[in-house]
């Protein structure tokens, strides 16, 4: 599985995004997937998760209620609809499948390669 993330740029504060992932493979459509990011100088974080047939959604305390994850398995896609957006939320966001960290089992996952989000204040 090979992840193309798209869908960053410099935003206003209170602006939206929508990121976007495709993903090649047949397999893709069976694995839960999700967003990390990383901060200049911070850790990577978890950011968004969604089950395989989008059941279920996870979500990290500081996005929720302006965050929403989805996907498409007919298209191999997942996005990220990003509101209310805080200079905090600054970083280089990564799309990603199968990974445990997700909360839905999986193992050490399939990362694409990242798409910088910038907010101004």
């Known amino acids: 599985v090979q992840l193309q993330a798209s869908g960053g740029g410099l935003v206003q504060a209170g602006g939206s995004l929508r990121l976007s992932c495709a993903a090649s493979?047949?397999?893709?459509?069976?694995?839960?997937s999700g967003w990390f990011r990383q901060a200049p100088g911070k850790e990577r974080e978890f950011v968004a998760a969604i089950s395989w047939n989008s059941g279920s959604t996870r979500y990290a305390d500081s996005v929720k209620g302006r965050f929403t994850i989805s996907r498409d398995n007919d298209k191999n896609a997942v996005f990220l609809q990003m509101n209310s957006l805080k200079s905090e939320d600054t970083a280089v966001y990564y799309c990603?499948?199968?990974?445990?960290?997700?909360?839905?089992?999986?193992?050490?996952?399939?990362w694409g390669q990242g798409t910088l989000v910038t907010v101004s204040s």
């Open positions: 990603v499948a199968d990974f445990s960290g997700l909360g839905y089992g999986g193992t050490s996952g399939y």
């Open positions: 493979g047949r397999t893709f459509r069976w694995y839960a």
